[in-house]
């Protein structure tokens, strides 16, 4: 699996677009990129995924630039309860009959 | 929307017992899984299972740990003489297709080993 760096942590406050960026250098031609987010005490939920340009859903927008060696997950007009730990992971289509490999995540507070 | 439900939510237990984690997957996912996050630490993988056998485990699966799928609901983890160090959340997935779009998670089951 593609080693994927991504910020600490991050502050915003509500209302605001916040973009977190992962860089993911060693991107395989086949590997997708998704995005979860984990609340404290949960377990990390689905947000997004894609594999190039722009993929967008009803929480978020994934841009991913032609060379895929990094993606943004972009959160509109943020909210208090979008405060969590947000996880890039890369992987090939075959990635969900073995392990997913969490790093350390980019830590969101949002701010009132 | 469909859910991964884990019980219990919080196990307490003596070290040197052993204990059952339970999950029920999504009704038509295939793969199911689990990991674990010790208590500020990122979430690890433990073992995936397919077709009614584990499809990779990681080192932290050893002999220690077993799953089982007992009947065509439940998927469980056991954890047999249980250590401090195997304090933490465990988290049951499941997915449909295998593929790594729409793994669902259940919210954990937080075992306290003392």
């Known amino acids: 699996l593609a080693k994927t760096t991504q910020p600490i942590s991050m502050d915003s406050y509500e209302g605001q677009e916040v973009n977190i960026t992962c860089s993911h250098n060693n991107i395989a031609t086949n590997d997708y990129i998704t995005w979860y987010q984990q609340f404290p005490s949960q377990g990390p939920r689905f947000i997004i995924q894609g594999y190039k340009t722009k993929v967008t859903n009803e929480v978020a927008s994934l841009f991913i630039p032609a060379d895929r060696k990094s993606s943004t997950l972009s959160l509109p007009r943020v909210s208090l309860s979008d405060t969590a730990v947000y996880y890039c992971?890369?992987?090939?289509?075959?990635?969900?009959?073995?392990?997913?490999?969490f790093g350390s995540g980019t830590r969101l507070q949002v701010q009132p | 929307e469909p859910e991964v439900t884990q019980t219990p939510s919080h196990q307490v237990t003596q070290m040197g017992q052993e204990v059952i984690l339970r999950c029920v997957p999504i009704?038509?996912?295939?793969?199911f899984y689990w990991y674990r996050q010790i208590l500020g630490q990122k979430v690890e993988f433990l073992v995936s299972?397919?077709?009614?056998?584990?499809?990779?485990k990681s080192e932290i699966f050893d002999d220690q740990f077993s799953v089982e799928r007992p009947d065509g609901s439940n998927f469980t983890l056991k954890i047999r003489s249980t250590k401090l160090e195997d304090s933490a959340m465990y988290f049951c997935?499941?997915?449909?297709?295998?593929?790594?779009?729409?793994?669902?998670f259940g919210s954990g089951t937080r075992l306290t080993v003392v």
């Open positions: 009704s038509n996912h295939l793969y």
């Open positions: 299972f397919y077709n009614n056998e584990i499809s990779e």
């Open positions: 992971l890369v992987g090939g289509p075959d990635t969900g009959r073995r392990a997913l490999t």
């Open positions: 997935a499941s997915s449909e297709s295998g593929g790594n779009r729409g793994y669902t």
